[in-house]
């Protein structure tokens, strides 16, 4: 396989140190200057605890110097000192970088600077916005663009022992990458393509999220790509001159005709061409839309686009199928908003019995901020034969507002009649699973921002191995 990072080594390197480096965001970035021929180091407190060391082995194996989390990384020779959106002002490395006057900056100003002057296609919306990135990405690259790819997961097409699959770069000056509306930086990028997927409430009321993707469509150079099938975009009064739309009715430009979904699988139809997808559910025939309305675009042609989509493998953590014994699957996926979940769900659902859903809520301010909506997403989601664990909400440090926990979601939901358990530390709810699961479920593990994730399915697994006689 060609290797999806290139060396290309520049005159005058400088020498950038990333606090948070092994956040998917910041571990991309650091790929793509490492293989600009920059000089780059890194810290993170996953690092400094031994946590998820996969990807610290990949940055290392590819000459990214990793150091502890106490400012020993900021040196005199530093030049920029990156940070993410997730570090406090009191964190060593910042107040070592302040001491010695070191210019700070943040991830998307350093995205923003690398994507603007080139051929920039930008992804933003509360949903999807990771997969059809990727999507764009891959079809590009597989077309013979070279784009350089910079997204929020690994794609799994890219994923080598060796490289983490969130950042490619490219020969060509097309950049490709996700938009991110929860810190406002969206805004800073002035793509020649844009596409927004949809909007829902995340991070931020509806109408602050609004209002950024109507200056998002504003800094569009070319085309403005929109979701036909999302009513709150249809509230926004988009004025570029150039929008085309997608979805999966007939009023969209672009739109989907003999869509069947399967367990691993989606196909569809668009003026003739088939097309299949190795990903199911139906948001996903909606992702591949708005892929294929930028290929088009670009002069791609329908049956190119979809040989490429046929071999793309999607991106770790969005419906990962992490194995299956005794006819019990386990799904590893990212889904973390109520619309995500709810489509997560809705995916799981094709062609299975029962449903045995995890999530962990990451935050006290999101539980807090989308409290009604999770509880609402799985009381509609949730058949009454399914059950639902949670364990406390997951958050990273700091000093924070502890005025919600997981147990009163759960006790909303189970007054609906849904099955729904409290569980305090995750690693108690494996032995909840063994005891209720039957041949035919579907274990679903949903949560973001935490790494360990995917090692909890694997435990299930590997606990379902040891404890069930295969029948």
């Given amino acids: 396989m060609k290797h999806p990072l290139k060396k290309n080594p520049i005159e005058n390197p400088c020498y950038y140190h990333l606090v948070g480096i092994g956040g998917i965001g910041m571990s991309a970035i650091a790929q793509v200057l490492k293989e600009m021929g920059h000089h780059v180091s890194g810290s993170d407190r996953n690092f400094d605890n031994q946590i998820a060391g996969n990807i610290f082995s990949k940055l290392s194996s590819l000459g990214i110097n990793l150091t502890p989390q106490d400012g020993s990384g900021i040196k005199e020779?530093?030049?920029?000192?990156?940070?993410?959106?997730?570090?406090?002002?009191?964190?060593?490395d910042i107040k070592k970088a302040l001491s010695l006057n070191k210019k700070i900056t943040t991830r998307s100003n350093i995205l923003a600077e690398m994507f603007n002057t080139k051929f920039g296609i930008a992804v933003g919306g509360t949903n999807g916005k990771t997969t059809v990135s990727s999507m764009v990405g891959y079809v590009?690259?597989?077309?013979?663009?070279?784009?350089?790819?910079i997204v929020g997961g690994c794609i799994k097409?890219?994923?080598t022992p060796d490289f983490p699959g969130n950042a490619k770069v490219g020969d060509s000056d097309i950049v490709a990458i996700e938009a991110d509306e929860s810190d406002g930086s969206i805004v800073n990028y002035t793509p020649k393509i844009s596409i927004i997927t949809n909007m829902s409430k995340d991070h931020k009321p509806i109408e602050s999220i609004s209002k950024l993707f109507e200056t998002f469509s504003q800094n569009t150079r070319d085309l403005l790509i929109i979701n036909d099938d999302c009513p709150e975009l249809k509230k926004i009064p988009f004025r570029h001159k150039n929008t085309i739309t997608f979805g999966l009715r007939k009023s969209a430009d672009i739109y989907a005709s003999n869509i069947i979904n399967r367990p691993c699988l989606?196909?569809?139809?668009?003026?003739?061409?088939?097309?299949?997808?190795?990903?199911?559910?139906?948001?996903?025939?909606?992702?591949?839309?708005?892929?294929?309305?930028?290929?088009?675009?670009?002069?791609?042609?329908?049956?190119?686009?979809?040989?490429?989509?046929?071999?793309?493998?999607?991106?770790?953590?969005?419906?990962?199928?992490?194995?299956e014994y005794n006819g019990i699957k386990v799904i590893d996926d990212f889904a973390h908003n109520p619309e995500k979940i709810a489509a997560a769900i809705r995916a799981v659902k094709i062609g299975g019995n029962r449903v045995i859903a995890v999530f962990q809520p990451h935050g006290f301010f999101p539980a807090r901020f989308m409290r009604e909506e999770l509880i609402n997403a799985f009381i509609q989601s949730l058949s009454p034969e399914d059950i639902l664990f949670m364990p406390e909400i997951y958050y990273i440090g700091g000093s924070?507002?502890?005025e919600i926990s997981s147990a009163d979601l759960i006790r909303e939901i189970g007054k609906s009649g849904r099955n729904a358990f409290f569980v305090e530390k995750r690693g108690d709810i494996i032995p909840e699973i063994v005891r209720t699961v039957e041949k035919g479920d579907c274990i679903l593990v949903m949560g973001a921002r935490d790494n360990t994730l995917t090692d909890f399915c694997h435990e299930i697994l590997h606990t379902l191995q040891k404890s069930m006689p295969y029948c």
């Avoid at 020779?77 to 060593?92: G, L, Y």
């Avoid at 590009?140 to 790819?149: F, N, R, Y």
């Fill in 77 to 92: 020779t530093t030049d920029v000192v990156i940070v993410s959106s997730a570090i406090e002002e009191q964190n060593p």
């Fill in 140 to 149: 590009l690259d597989h077309a013979g663009m070279s784009p350089t790819i």
């Fill in 157 to 159: 097409n890219y994923l």
């Fill in 266 to 323: 989606s196909t569809f139809d668009i003026n003739g061409q088939s097309f299949e997808l190795k990903l199911p559910g139906i948001h996903n025939v909606s992702n591949a839309l708005a892929a294929i309305s930028v290929a088009r675009h670009m002069n791609i042609k329908d049956n190119e686009i979809a040989d490429a989509l046929y071999e793309y493998k999607g991106v770790q953590r969005r419906m990962d199928n992490i194995g």
């Fill in 400 to 402: 924070v507002s502890k």
